[in-house]
């Protein structure tokens, strides 16, 4: 019996409004982030799903303008029954969010699934998600932000590489498309660096990196979000971070806060397992008011030099329009001098 056949057999069959219990920690006991499990190579003529697993999504033209995108590239899309939904800041009660994923990894005419935005929430749905219908229907995943929750969560459990990069919202730039080409049409194994932009300039003032420490490193390429990985520190929904490059980003959060959350991930042990470590951009962080505040340098100097691993800030990665589209789970090496993450390896099946 294959394992999709015994899958079936045990019952694992999205409904449109699934329960919020799953027996199935034991299955994945032996699962661990060195298993890795590809989706498939996108093409022109397949069809997009478009969930929202986190916040409400609060205009009609989100949704427009997300199914305009994804047209362009030449993909049909299909919406998620209950993207319109809205539960207090959330789109939708979980049971609507999880039917909604469950629904798109579940369809065979859907080959990849985007996140219209991120917001809040996704974090909830983790104890409940169906991850061996996952692991059976390995599909593209797309999104970044509250998404990191699921990207985590779904290495962890079933090995798949999903990718952080733009939701639907997001401003999708000429050079955000060509990496989505790139990345899921052709399926290359790219080197991420930093655009190279002087304008009327002597030396390069805008998007510049900053070394922390020199040197190169390789590893598995894991991360996101700093407030989601800090908040799934002692959870069973990240995966080992043994050897990895750590990539993080950050937006409005106030300095305080942001050396709180390096300050958990220094304490539960993650920090001290990395082998590199990119930062992206803190957009809008600022300094706590009152009696002053540390720098975001100051902070990185902190808890990152110190470890003497090769280490980079400045990355394009997080809330900003020019943004990489990772793959979470990949094994990438990355230059601390040349600012630069380059995949060592294909991430989708052809």
């Not at 003529?45 to 047209?71: N, R, Y």
């Not at 979470?328 to 630069?340: E, L, N, Y």
């Amino acid at each position: 019996m294959d394992k999709r056949t015994f899958l079936k057999s045990l019952g694992f069959v999205a409904s449109s409004i699934p329960t919020l219990t799953f027996a199935q920690e034991d299955f994945f006991d032996t699962i661990g982030h060195q298993t890795k499990l590809l989706a498939q190579v996108l093409r022109k003529g397949d069809t997009i799903g478009l969930i929202a697993p986190a916040g409400v999504i609060d205009t009609e033209e989100s949704i427009v303008l997300t199914k305009e995108i994804f047209e362009t590239f030449g993909f049909k899309v299909k919406e998620g029954k209950y993207i319109r939904s809205r539960y207090g800041n959330l789109a939708g009660k979980d049971e609507e969010r999880l039917a909604d994923i469950h629904s798109m990894f579940s369809d065979q005419e859907v080959k990849a699934i985007v996140c219209i935005r991120g917001g809040a929430g996704a974090s909830r749905l983790l104890p409940h998600i169906d991850y061996p219908l996952i692991a059976a229907n390995p599909k593209v995943l797309l999104g970044y932000s509250d998404i990191t929750a699921l990207i985590m969560a779904l290495f962890k459990k079933t090995g798949l590489v999903s990718f952080h990069g733009a939701v639907g919202i997001s401003t999708w730039t000429n050079a955000v498309a060509q990496s989505f080409e790139n990345q899921f049409f052709l399926n290359k194994t790219t080197t991420f660096t930093n655009p190279i932009d002087k304008g009327d300039n002597f030396i390069q003032y805008k998007e510049r990196i900053t070394t922390l420490t020199s040197g190169q490193a390789e590893g598995i390429l894991l991360g996101g979000n700093l407030t989601l990985i800090s908040g799934l520190c002692g959870s069973d929904y990240l995966p080992d971070f043994k050897n990895a490059i750590l990539f993080l980003e950050e937006i409005d959060e106030n300095i305080e806060r942001v050396d709180r959350m390096f300050c958990q991930l220094k304490l539960s042990g993650i920090l001290d397992q990395i082998k590199g470590f990119v930062f992206g951009k803190c957009t809008d962080c600022s300094p706590t008011a009152g009696y002053g505040s540390l720098t975001f340098e100051q902070v990185l100097n902190d808890y990152i030099k110190p470890l003497g691993i090769p280490a980079y800030s400045g990355a394009m990665i997080g809330h900003i329009a020019n943004q990489f589209i990772l793959p979470v789970g990949a094994q990438v090496r990355i230059d601390a001098d040349q600012g630069t993450i380059t995949l060592l390896e294909k991430v989708l099946s052809d």
